[in-house]
């Protein structure tokens, strides 16, 4: 089945200071979603993907898909505590016809 | 309504009982998903329901769970004789299709089994 693989982890910042989750998939992808899911709460949507090597930008969070649309990155410039979450992307399109979520990256983010 | 309802928000139950956990999607979307998420987990996808389709059960994990639609709109999801390794929480979420709009989720079913 399709391995979707999120790097790294976990992640402990300083406030300030930038980050950034890959998600990578082992087939082509149509379309890829990216979540947050702040600790105690539930995921919500932050952006969908359709297009190779598309790049939207939410303030000081910047997402990127691959031109092979195999590999999406979510990039945070200068982090804020609110930040706190965990960052899920969810692919669909190969071998997949369903709404599936990578493993996730857990940021922290010390003031 | 507003947004996808799930209840109950907390269930206890004891190991070997029967537990069903509900999801009120919102109104309209003809998309269904259970998750499963255990502590500090990522999100198991259980059963998914797109419309007057058979669902895809690919990722009930054993023949204990199950879950329904009916009408095309509440679902059920039902474990019987839990185990302590059941204890999670329980996502359902809804969307307008299954794969290419925003999803959104209840605020999830903390089960507990001791």
């Known amino acids: 089945g399709q391995q979707v693989m999120q790097i790294p982890q976990y992640q402990h910042v300083q406030e300030g200071e930038d980050f950034t989750t890959y998600c990578n998939s082992s087939?082509?992808?149509?379309?890829i979603q990216w979540y947050k899911q702040r600790p105690g709460g539930h995921p919500v949507f932050l952006i969908q993907?359709?297009?190779?090597?598309e790049v939207k930008k939410q303030k000081r969070l910047t997402f990127q898909f691959g031109e092979a649309k195999k590999n999406s990155s979510l990039h945070i410039t200068a982090t804020q505590t609110t930040d706190v979450g965990t960052y899920f992307c969810a692919p669909y399109g190969g071998a997949t016809n369903k709404l599936i979520f990578g493993t996730g990256t857990l940021l922290a983010v010390q003031p | 309504g507003a947004g996808v309802s799930q209840s109950p928000s907390n269930k206890v139950t004891e190991k070997g009982k029967d537990v069903e956990l509900r999801c009120d999607p919102i109104s309209g979307h003809t998309a269904l998903y259970w998750y499963r998420q255990s502590l500090g987990q990522g999100l198991e996808f259980l059963i998914y329901f797109q419309g007057n389709s058979a669902p895809d059960k690919s990722g009930l994990p054993s023949d204990r769970f199950s879950a329904e639609r009916t009408g095309g709109s509440v679902s059920t999801l039902t474990i019987q004789r839990t185990q302590q390794e059941d204890s999670a929480v329980y996502l359902c979420?809804?969307?307008?299709?299954?794969?290419?709009?925003?999803?959104?989720f209840g605020q999830g079913t903390r089960l507990t089994v001791v």
């Open positions: 993907l359709v297009k190779s090597g």
């Open positions: 979420a809804s969307s307008f299709t299954g794969h290419n709009t925003e999803a959104f």
């Open positions: 087939t082509t992808l149509s379309n």
